[in-house]
């Protein structure tokens, strides 16, 4: 980021586009200023080291520290911000998207209702008792029925029809008829006084385009509110192109009621975001908290960036705008989902979050290792952190082989514990980021899960309402009442299923039959030779056996004769006659293209980044409670297999969800469950049960396979102190191999110096790890690992080289992997029996522990000619 971008704020350099954010972050605050008061520290020790004179400047590693705070609350911040725009972008998109899904539907449904020979017929009877009455032909019928009893008949007997069709689709509160001059034939809400309508939009749906009108906006149909959604579609003579015009339907949505349901399902305890659904203008038009943001209000939309601070009401926020993507080409009418939180809540931490389990230590090393959750600059910042507390701590560990003034000491060891101070809560806040993203992503998965679940419990609410619905076609039930299908009846019944299945997409094929559960007809001319075909499955048994139009059956998901012979449901319903009351006289069945189809609702559904983009090896999963899979987004992963995780996902209740770190295949999977509860009335109450389980994944890491090596750092609790003023006493540079603590008497330790320029040496044992230029002379060096039983481990930036001196001036490097204290022993402490000692030739004595500590851990002290000598055995 260029100089031009940064500002400084309370003394540290940050992005411009931070500021009026980075104060609202208290957990980033609260580490500037533990950080700050460290730094005050920093100023004192080097002040004081150049009191006493302990020849370590420390201005370095202080301007190393504070160069690394900067960096450190810079990233800390942003991915803050990414976190919480990423969260209220994903939602945004959610909210208009599922609604454009919903609202396709309702395009098809006036499509096919507009069609309907009983309504067609009710127009040009109506029409015809009108002429009848004005020509005075109608003569004693009309002078006794007074032109309304006949007309009060077909009127009852079309409302009946209209609720049977919002019985099944509740998404409806009203449908009406009108003629082409606006007077209402009939409606099925009978409060409604209207009787005509000078609204355009009867003019305008007769003379539309395209085969629908969609309007949301006050009509004086519906006087009582405000704004109405309304599917308008013009009712013709026949299905031929440029048939007279009869009349106009209208179907009346339940858009209040709908957005109240999909607000409900988007919002947790804890979430302080506002969801809303904005006109083309920026009007709202929903709200999930009409108290907090008003219908009618006017909103800013934040549409080409991924985030903007807005002001309402007096009170600022982070806000998104997210357009629909659309659905199978329909976009609706241009309508917005935005989402926004009060910028003082946007950086909480949930309660829910807060009471989580800890993440697992193993994974959270490999998240921190692995590139594809957070930036590189923010992964450097540990290594680098630990860079300079070693060079410190070498620094620290030389400068007291050299001193011998206690206050020195004293000092130089309350340095070095400033840096590993410092460097600690480099180490908490940057694991604490790690686990509040973890966390985040478990409840984005969560929450991806559940939106996959509710997407498909919606789009198979309208599967078990088409079937429903086309069983009550009229032409259906006239023709396989007759005693013998004529070809032109299958010709009928062939041009009804064809004309719907072009409505309706998603489906490869419906089928009429009749009681024996004989194929009558067919809509796809592919499958024409099933025609005739007896059909003896379970679910055709099942839909014959249904007694009321308020039923339906459903197929188990399994490979199909109808479908390629691949798996899917086919849902089916009763044909019942005209002539025998209620008596089942056929069915209908509707194959769901449930490859395609469950793919498009598990990719709509996926976990996206801020930027609305699919990262690399995210991939959903539907399955059933066994674990077989119905459709995934994983190309290795078909319908039919079986899905081997942690049970725990497959027993959740129904409308539960859960969400864990997994181990899948390799690698560290975020995984969010959710069982499917229905919608609506599918599903609820309806006798049908198919509870399926949607399952969102998002890699976190990869599994490392490799055994880590142990290594010890110097820590408080194995310390051996001693009187610094003790003339018997010995001193030892401690220091670790693996998880070894062991030491070398002071005045056989030169100094520790740092791995780089280490060079192998070809053909040398494998404990000789190679020769390093020190003072212009090839110092070798060794590795003492085999000796003490551990395995071996490659040098890196992290080790150190211990500089001994044996046998007068000859010196050698040994590899250790941290250095400890450097203390004084007191000699009563000190114990150089053969019989204690491990291995004589190269161990010098032992230090018994120091009462006063609880580890009990005793000090192993090196002789440096037994080392050499050692390793001369080896070779």
Same mark, same amino acid.
């Given at each position: ?18 500021? %009026? ?236 009621? /709908? ?290 139009? &308020? ?31 209620? &008596? ?30 699919? +990262? ?46 997994? +181990? ?57 102190? =001693? ?19 062991? %030491? ?12 780089? =320029? ?35 481990? /490659? ?77 001369? +055995?080896?070779?």
């Amino acid at each position: 980021m260029s100089a031009e971008e940064m500002v400084t704020y309370k003394d540290i350099e940050i992005p411009k586009s931070l500021l %009026g954010v980075i104060n609202h972050m208290d957990s980033v605050d609260e580490y500037r200023e533990e950080l700050l008061r460290l730094g005050a520290q920093w100023d004192l020790l080097t002040i004081l080291g150049q009191m006493v004179g302990t020849g370590t400047d420390m201005t370095g590693t202080r301007k190393g520290f504070l160069d690394l705070t900067n960096k450190l609350l810079c990233q800390l911040a942003l991915e803050n911000i990414r976190k919480t725009v990423q969260e209220i972008g994903a939602k945004a998109q959610v909210a208009v998207d599922i609604l454009i899904r919903n609202l396709f539907e309702r395009t098809a449904d006036i499509g096919f209702l507009a069609t309907d020979d009983d309504i067609r017929d009710f127009i040009i009877k109506n029409a015809e008792l009108d002429e009848l009455c004005k020509s005075g032909q109608g003569g004693e019928v009309c002078d006794t029925l007074n032109r309304t009893q006949l007309r009060e008949e077909m009127k009852l007997a079309l409302i009946e029809r209209f609720r049977e069709y919002v019985a099944k689709y509740s998404v409806y509160y009203n449908i009406i008829l009108l003629d082409t001059e606006g007077s209402v034939l009939v409606q099925l809400d009978q409060s409604g006084r209207v009787t005509k309508t000078a609204d355009p939009l009867i003019k305008d749906a007769v003379n539309v385009e395209g085969e629908y009108l969609e309007v949301y906006r006050y009509c004086d149909l519906l006087p009582q509110n405000e704004r109405s959604l309304i599917y308008a579609y013009r009712v013709t003579r026949s299905n031929e192109e440029k048939e007279d015009v009869l009349g106009v339907l209208c179907l009346c949505f339940r858009f209040t009621n /709908e957005m109240e349901g999909i607000f409900r399902n988007m919002t947790s305890k804890d979430d302080w975001s506002v969801k809303l659904i904005l006109d083309a203008d920026g009007m709202v038009i929903a709200s999930s908290d009409r108290h907090h943001v008003p219908i009618g209000a006017k909103m800013d939309m934040v549409l080409n960036k991924d985030y903007g601070m807005i002001k309402f009401a007096g009170k600022k926020y982070i806000a998104k705008t997210s357009p629909t993507k659309g659905y199978q080409g329909f976009f609706g009418l241009g309508w917005y989902g935005h989402v926004m939180i009060p910028i003082e809540s946007a950086f909480e931490i949930s309660e829910e979050s807060a009471a989580k389990k800890s993440i697992n230590e193993k994974i959270l090393e490999a998240v921190m290792s692995d590139p594809r959750l957070f930036s590189g600059e923010l992964r450097s910042i540990p290594v680098q952190a630990e860079k300079i507390q070693s060079d410190l701590e070498r620094t620290v560990w030389n400068g007291n082989v050299k001193e011998s003034d206690p206050a020195s000491k004293v000092l130089l060891w309350s340095i070095s514990g400033t840096g590993a101070k410092t460097k600690k809560i480099f180490e908490q806040s940057i694991g604490n980021l790690h686990r509040t993203v973890i966390d985040s992503i478990l409840s984005n998965v969560w929450f991806w899960a559940a939106l996959a679940v509710d997407i498909m419990d919606r789009n198979l609410y309208e599967r078990a309402n088409d079937c429903r619905w086309w069983a009550l076609t009229s032409a259906f039930k006239r023709i396989l009442d007759k005693q013998k299908i004529e070809e032109e009846d299958r010709e009928k019944i062939t041009g009804i299923l064809q004309y719907i299945n072009g409505l309706y997409t998603v489906y490869t094929n419906l089928f009429v039959y009749d009681s024996f559960g004989r194929i009558i007809a067919v809509s796809n001319p592919t499958e024409e030779h099933m025609v005739g075909t007896v059909l003896s499955k379970e679910y055709v048994r099942g839909t014959l056996a249904l007694k009321e139009s &308020s039923q339906y059956c459903v197929s188990k998901f399994e490979p199909s004769e109808l479908y390629d012979n691949r798996h899917t449901y086919i849902y089916g319903a009763s044909i019942t006659s005209f002539r025998q009351g209620k &008596s089942v006289i056929g069915g209908i069945g509707v194959v769901f293209d449930s490859e395609p189809q469950f793919l498009a609702m598990l990719q709509d559904a996926l976990p996206r980044n801020e930027r609305g983009e699919v +990262e690399e090896g995210v991939f959903g999963v539907f399955a059933d409670r066994k674990g077989v899979v119905i459709s995934s987004t994983d190309p290795e992963m078909k319908a039919g297999d079986t899905l081997s995780i942690d049970r725990e996902f497959f027993n959740m209740k129904n409308g539960q969800g859960t969400s864990k770190v997994v +181990e899948h295949n390799g690698y560290y999977y975020a995984v969010g469950g959710h069982a499917s509860s229905g919608y609506r009335e599918y599903k609820q109450g309806d006798g049908y049960i198919n509870d399926v389980i949607a399952l969102m994944f998002t890699p976190l890491a990869k599994v490392n396979t490799e055994s880590a090596h142990p290594v010890r750092r110097r820590s408080d609790s194995v310390r051996v102190k =001693g009187t610094a003023d003790s003339k018997d006493c010995i001193e030892v540079a401690t220091f670790f191999i693996g998880t070894k603590w062991l %030491g070398i008497k002071t005045e056989n330790v030169v100094e520790a110096i740092n791995p780089e =320029g280490l060079t192998t040496v070809p053909g040398s044992h494998r404990f000789v790890k190679g020769r390093r230029i020190y003072k212009d002379l090839p110092l070798l060096v060794v590795d003492i690992r085999s000796i003490l039983g551990l395995p071996e481990k /490659e040098v890196d930036n992290d080790s150190q080289i211990i500089v001994l001196r044996f046998r007068g001036d000859q010196l050698f490097g040994l590899i250790a992997d941290a250095l400890g204290e450097i203390p004084q022993i007191p000699l009563d402490r000190v114990e150089c029996s053969d019989h204690i000692l491990d291995n004589s030739k190269y161990t010098e004595c032992i230090v018994k522990p120091d009462p006063g500590q609880p580890n009990g851990e005793m000090l192993m002290v090196l002789r440096p000619e037994g080392i050499i000598g050692k390793l001369k +055995e080896m070779i």
